[in-house]
Nanobody, 117 residues
């Protein structure tokens, strides 16, 4: 079945960096757009970034543009999110996500990112 497993979260000071990874399996990874979404404490899910199947087209929410970079390695079925200049408002659980078909979107279990001094 479709499985997404995130890793790389942790506690970092403001201005610091973290690199998130997502291992994908159970579907044709190189045929799907992949996304990162996040959920801050007490708030709903928020889209963060997308990358198309070939990796040529990337999109970001304005609040992370210029600080975050989404990447993928189709040979390894891996999705990444490089996060720099982190701010306290980036604190959230981060999920990788894929819309498998018209009816189903799958997310992983998430990885906690906490930005605090």
């Amino acid at each position: 079945q479709v499985q997404l497993v995130e890793s790389g979260g942790g506690l970092v000071q403001p201005g610091g960096s973290l690199n998130l990874s997502c291992a994908a399996s159970g579907f044709t990874f190189n045929s799907h757009t992949m996304e990162w979404v996040r959920q801050a404490p007490g708030k709903g899910l928020e889209w963060v970034s997308s990358i198309n199947s070939g990796g040529e087209t990337r999109s970001y929410i304005s609040s992370v543009s210029g600080r975050f970079t989404i990447l993928r390695d189709n040979a390894k079925n891996m999705l990444y999110l490089e996060m720099n200049s982190l701010k306290p408002e980036d604190t959230a659980v981060y999920y990788c996500s894929v819309q498998i078909n018209r009816w189903n979107t799958v997310r992983g279990q998430g990885t906690q990112v906490t930005v605090s001094s």
